[in-house]
């Protein structure tokens, strides 16, 4: 989310490079959930871990760079951590190491 608002996942190089610059120079909160039902009885467990990411001031260039090099369309907020989206945080901050990553 930023702004309150929820990213997803962009689909098109287009959506990829205004999400980018949407998020340049800013923080954004990456919500990652599960929920596990025992349909023997109807309980279940539930958690959600928001991951707090603080993106690197990005001009044009740089975006349009990262996006051809790892044109992540399929996933939220246009970057990947676990690749060269590393490159354009300045921080990540999460109780687990692995939300981010889907």
Do not use: N
């Amino acid at each position: 989310t930023l702004d309150g608002r929820p990213l997803g996942k962009p689909g098109t190089r287009e959506a990829a490079l205004a999400q980018l610059a949407a998020v340049a120079g800013r923080e954004v909160v990456f919500d990652t959930a599960v929920c596990v039902l025992d349909a023997r009885d109807g309980t279940h467990a539930s958690r959600l871990v928001p991951t707090r990411v603080s993106f690197r001031a990005l001009d044009a260039a740089a975006i349009a760079a990262y996006v051809a090099r790892e044109p992540a369309f399929d996933c939220a907020g246009a970057f990947k951590a676990e690749a060269l989206g590393i490159t354009l945080c300045d921080r990540i901050d999460s109780s687990d190491p692995t939300a981010l990553i889907g």
